[in-house]
Each structure stands twice: as structure tokens, then as C-alpha cells.
């Protein structure tokens, strides 16, 4: 497809499941990202990688959040033993360079992944 | 108190209004980006500003960094801009901070 695209789009846990959300950039985008979007707020900054390497996981709220960017392409965010606050819409980003060379920030996004905890 | 505050929160107009939404932001910025979010969570950019204006379509953007403050303006507005706008500035290498956003509807 021509745009970010996320999976599930929409996910129902349990208290204390394991999830996975997956996100797919656009081919050949350097920089990905994730944001947390909780109900009538803005995105707020999870992580960022450049390519493999994940330069800045600073807003990652815990240590049960995890994400990998293996081969610098699909990345998976990885949430352990879900809680109710976790419920949010998880938003992935991609954009084609390094923000450091160019004052370019992420403007493609994906359509997110609602995840509700019960 | 919020780094990006945007006003109003939401915002009613009747087809064909001239639309303004404002964002204030405390901290010094490098861009400030102009986000439209449709139901479904689907984010489109429209602007990237770092002084002055800008202007697609409809569409006006402005930013004054001396008083920390920017517009974005929507003229002869239509139902099909109902969506939510959000204001997000950029610190540091590759952080965007995100407003709360302002739901706008237009009536037909």
C-alpha cells in the first residue's frame, strides 16, 4: 500500500494479556515512530527509530512497554501485562530522513490501533 | 500546565464561516506542525511552519515565534472539514509535542 498501515486495527485484551501492535512504514522510510493517543487528548511521544536502532524510547511510560525495529522496517510495540490505562489509540509514523538533517518530522501516520484493556 | 495549548477546545460553525483555531506554546521550538485527524484516528500533516505564513487551498497557517503563538485559519469552511486539528511543536531532534486538539464541526 502507498501509506503507513498498523494491525490489528482495533485489539480487546484482558488485564494482564500480553499484546503486540505492528506497524508497517512506508518502504524505504528511515524514521519511525510511535505515539500514544489516549481519549480526547493529543499523541503523546512513545519512541523513535532511525532504520534498526531506536534512538530515544524517553517516553515509553514503563518498563512494560517495549519496541523493536529488527531489519529497520516493520516495527512491533509490545505491551506486557496490559493495564487499564494502557487503553489508548497506539499511533505508528514513518517520514523518509532522519530529522537531525532536515527539519522534517513525521507526516505520514498510520490509522492506529485502538486497544482497550478490560 | 500544558507546553502546547491550543483554544478553543471545540468549536460549532455553520457552512461557509470563516474558522480560527489558536495554539500557544511555552517553550522555544524549532517547527510547529498543523495536524487534521479525522474519526478513525487517520493523521494528516498540513503545515510545517518556522515563521511566517503559509497558505494551501482553504487553508492559512501563521506563526509569530516572538509571542509563541499560531493560527491556523479556515476560509469558506465545509462540512467535510469537520475533523480534529492539532497543533504540535518540535524540540529537540526529533520530539514533536502534541496540543489536545480542537474538535471542529461544520453544519451544513
Known amino acids: 500500500g502507498a501509506g503507513v498501515s498498523q494491525s490489528p486495527r482495533y485489539k480487546v485484551a484482558k488485564r494482564g494479556q500480553d499484546v503486540a501492535l505492528r506497524c508497517d512504514p512506508i518502504?524505504?522510510?528511515?524514521?519511525l515512530f510511535w505515539y500514544q493517543q489516549a481519549l480526547g487528548q493529543g499523541p503523546e511521544f512513545l519512541t523513535y527509530?532511525?532504520?534498526?536502532?531506536?534512538?530515544?524510547k524517553s517516553g515509553l511510560p514503563s518498563d512494560r512497554f517495549f519496541a523493536e525495529r529488527p531489519e529497520g522496517s516493520v516495527s512491533t510495540l509490545k505491551i506486557q501485562r496490559t493495564q487499564q490505562e494502557d487503553s489508548a489509540v497506539y499511533l505508528c509514523?514513518?517520514?523518509?530522513?532522519?530529522?537531525?538533517?532536515?527539519?522534517?518530522?513525521?507526516?505520514?501516520f498510520g490509522p492506529g490501533t485502538r486497544l482497550t484493556v478490560l | 500546565k500544558n507546553e502546547v495549548e491550543q483554544s478553543p477546545q471545540n468549536l460549532t460553525a455553520q457552512e461557509g464561516e470563516f474558522i480560527t483555531i489558536n495554539c500557544s506554546y511555552s517553550?522555544?521550538?524549532?517547527?510547529l506542525h498543523w495536524l487534521q485527524q479525522h474519526p478513525g484516528g487517520g493523521i494528516v500533516s498540513l503545515f510545517m511552519?518556522?515563521?511566517g505564513k503559509k497558505k494551501h487551498g482553504r487553508l492559512i497557517a501563521t506563526i509569530n515565534i516572538q509571542e509563541k503563538h499560531s493560527s491556523l485559519h479556515i476560509t469558506a469552511s465545509h462540512p467535510r472539514d469537520s475533523a480534529v486539528y492539532i497543533c504540535?511543536?518540535?524540540?529537540?531532534?526529533?520530539?514533536?509535542?502534541f496540543g489536545q486538539g480542537t474538535r471542529l464541526t461544520i453544519n451544513p
Open positions: 518502504s524505504g522510510h528511515v524514521s
Open positions: 504540535a511543536v518540535r524540540r529537540g531532534a526529533q520530539k514533536l509535542v
Open positions: 511552519l518556522s515563521s
Open positions: 517553550v522555544g521550538i524549532s517547527a
Open positions: 527509530f532511525q532504520n534498526e536502532a531506536q534512538l530515544d
Open positions: 509514523a514513518s517520514s523518509t530522513q532522519p530529522p537531525g538533517l532536515a527539519i522534517e518530522v513525521p507526516k505520514f
